[in-house]
């Protein structure tokens, strides 16, 4: 196979990475980190919220207590995502079906709300909610891709000092990742669920 600016794309994976794990650094782990994490200027002590318990959403869960989140709430809509959210390292869960969702959240940081706010859904209702529960002075990171414009109110936001971040991923962080992998300090292989054959792929749902 011929892979053009190889030296600029391709790294070798050391001895004791699974192909499940080296798998995920191709895209989700980085972009979780280097969007979400990195780009929202995650530090010790902070409060962040993940909007969104997806794949790019439990990489940036994962990733975020590398910089050395104090909490980490993940809010999702489905029960068994946010189950999931716990096991890649979420202190705490909403579900944003319920009505005082933002209470709840804003409830775990003394009502000031987050420091980070990580939008990794990519729709509307998921930004705004980032807008909703963002403290003055924090970030919003949004990973997300939007097929749809969003409206930013900012008659409401201006004087909240925010910092709003976007971005599509570089993998400028992939060499240090695989060696945290390799470390087993982050376990990427969790992301794999299920294994199929090239011959099943016609019938996957």
Same mark, same amino acid.
């Given at each position: 196979?011929? /892979?053009?600016?190889?030296?600029?794309? /391709?790294?070798?994976?050391?001895?004791?990475?699974?192909?499940?794990?080296?798998?995920?650094?191709?895209?989700? +782990?980085?972009?979780?980190?280097? &969007?979400? @994490?990195? *780009?929202?200027?995650?530090?010790?002590?902070? /409060?962040?919220?993940?909007?969104?318990?997806?794949?790019?959403?439990?990489?940036? &869960?994962?990733?975020?207590?590398? *910089?050395?989140?104090?909490?980490?709430?993940? $809010?999702?809509?489905?029960?068994?995502? $946010?189950?999931?959210?716990?096991?890649?390292?979420?202190?705490?869960?909403?579900?944003?079906?319920?009505?005082?969702?933002?209470?709840?959240?804003?409830?775990?940081?003394?009502?000031?709300?987050?420091?980070?706010?990580?939008?990794? @859904?990519?729709?509307?209702?998921?930004?705004?909610?980032?807008?909703? &529960? @963002?403290?003055?002075?924090?970030?919003?990171?949004?990973?997300?891709?939007?097929?749809?414009? /969003?409206?930013?109110? $900012?008659?409401?936001?201006?004087?909240?000092?925010?910092?709003?971040?976007?971005?599509? @991923?570089?993998?400028?962080?992939?060499?240090?990742?695989?060696? $945290?992998?390799?470390?087993?300090?982050?376990?990427?292989?969790?992301?794999?669920?299920?294994?199929?054959? +090239?011959?099943?792929?016609? *019938?996957?749902?």
């Amino acid at each position: 196979m011929r /892979v053009p600016f190889a030296d600029n794309s /391709v790294h070798k994976v050391p001895d004791g990475v699974s192909d499940d794990a080296a798998v995920m650094l191709s895209d989700i +782990l980085p972009t979780g980190f280097e &969007i979400g @994490v990195r *780009y929202g200027k995650v530090k010790p002590g902070d /409060v962040v919220a993940v909007v969104g318990a997806g794949p790019v959403g439990l990489a940036a &869960i994962m990733t975020a207590g590398l *910089y050395g989140a104090a909490r980490v709430i993940a $809010l999702d809509l489905d029960e068994s995502r $946010l189950d999931h959210a716990k096991a890649f390292g979420a202190t705490n869960t909403v579900n944003s079906r319920d009505a005082d969702w933002a209470e709840q959240v804003r409830a775990m940081t003394d009502g000031l709300g987050v420091d980070v706010a990580i939008e990794a @859904v990519g729709i509307p209702d998921t930004f705004q909610a980032c807008t909703k &529960i @963002v403290r003055p002075g924090g970030s919003v990171a949004n990973v997300g891709v939007h097929g749809t414009s /969003v409206d930013l109110p $900012l008659q409401d936001l201006w004087i909240m000092d925010i910092a709003i971040t976007m971005g599509l @991923v570089s993998t400028s962080t992939t060499q240090m990742l695989l060696k $945290l992998v390799a470390q087993h300090k982050l376990a990427a292989e969790k992301f794999a669920t299920h294994h199929f054959g +090239l011959d099943q792929m016609p *019938y996957v749902a």
